[in-house]
C-alpha cells in the first residue's frame, strides 16, 4: 500500500485527503493548526503532530499549502522524517519563482522532486475531480498513478523536471482564465445592480447562449443567493494575481487583465471579504460595501 503524507488539511488539503483515504491510501496528515485536521480521524486519517512525523515513511510527500513560503517553512520543519528516494509532489500554487528554492531542498534530501499544482476548487476537490498538472521524472509516475488518481479525473504530464516548473507555469495560465471570468461576472452583476436593474436580468440575458458556461451560472447564482462561502477564498485568488504578475514580467508579457482583477480583490479585501470566495469581488464594484 502506498503511504502518503498530506501536509496542509484547508479547503483544498482536508478533501483531497478524504479521496485519497477512499481510495485505501495509507494517508497522514498534518496542519498548522491541528483542529483543522482533526476530523480526518474519523475517516481514518492518522494526525501526525508535525511535519516530519507525517513524513518519516512516506512513500509520497504531498503539499497544499498557501504559498511558497509556507510549503517551504513545512518542507524544512519535515526535514528529520524525509528520507532518499521519496516523492515530493508539490501541489500548491506557488507561483514560477519559488519553485528554485524549493528543488533545492528536494535535491539537499536526496527527494524526486514533483511539480503538481492541481487545477480547481473545493467542490472538485471534494468530487476527486482536480486536474493534476504535474512535471517531473518518468520514474515517478507509476507510484504517483493511484495517488493522482485518487484526488484527480486526469493528470497531465508536461514535463520531466520538476525544477523546470511547466505544471506551475501552466498553473499561473489557467488560475488567471478563471480569476479573469469570475471578476467579469462580479462587475458585471455589480453594473447591473448600479444601473438601476434587478440583476436576475443579467442571467436572462447570457443564459442559453455562446456566452453562457455552467462556471458563469455557478456564480450568478452564488453572487444572486449572497453566498460567498470560499471555493476558492478571495485572499488567495489576490496571492495568485500577483504570482501571475511576476511570472508575466519575467517573460515579457502583459496581464492587464489579472493585474485589474487583483486590484479589484484588494479592494475587496479592505472592505472585510478576504476570508469569502472570490466571487465577493462582487463587492468592490461598490464605494461603501
Known sequence: ???????????MGAPMARNLLRNGLETRV????????????????????SPAEAAAGADVVITMLTDGDAVLAAMRDAAPGLGEGQIWAQTSTVGVAALGPLAELADEHGLTFVDAPVQGTRQPAEQGNLVVLAAGPQEARG?????????????????????????????MTTVGYGIALTSIVAEAMALVKG???????????????????????????????????????????????????????????????????????????????GDEDMSATYFAGFTSS
Open 1 to 11: 500500500m502506498t503511504a502518503v503524507a498530506l501536509l496542509g488539511t484547508g479547503i
Open 143 to 171: 507510484p504517483l498513478e493511484p495517488v493522482f488518481g485518487a484526488i484527480g479525473a486526469r493528470t497531465l504530464w508536461v514535463g520531466d523536471d520538476g525544477a523546470q516548473g511547466n505544471g506551475t507555469r501552466l498553473k
Open 195 to 273: 444601473l438601476g436593474l434587478d440583476p436576475a436580468l443579467f442571467g436572462e440575458v447570457v443564459t442559453g447562449g455562446p456566452m453562457d458556461s455552467p462556471y458563469l451560472q455557478a456564480k450568478l447564482a452564488a453572487i444572486m443567493a449572497g453566498d460567498f462561502e470560499p471555493s476558492f477564498a478571495l485572499h488567495n485568488a489576490e496571492k495568485d494575481t500577483r504570482l501571475i504578475g511576476e511570472a508575466a514580467r519575467a517573460a515579457g508579457i502583459e496581464v492587464d487583465m489579472a493585474d485589474a482583477a487583483g486590484r479589484r480583490f484588494r479592494r475587496a479585501i479592505e472592505q472585510g471579504h
Open 30 to 49: 498534518w496542519n498548522r493548526t491541528r483542529a483543522r485536521a482533526e476530523p480526518l480521524l474519523a475517516e481514518g486519517a492518522v494526525v501526525a503532530g
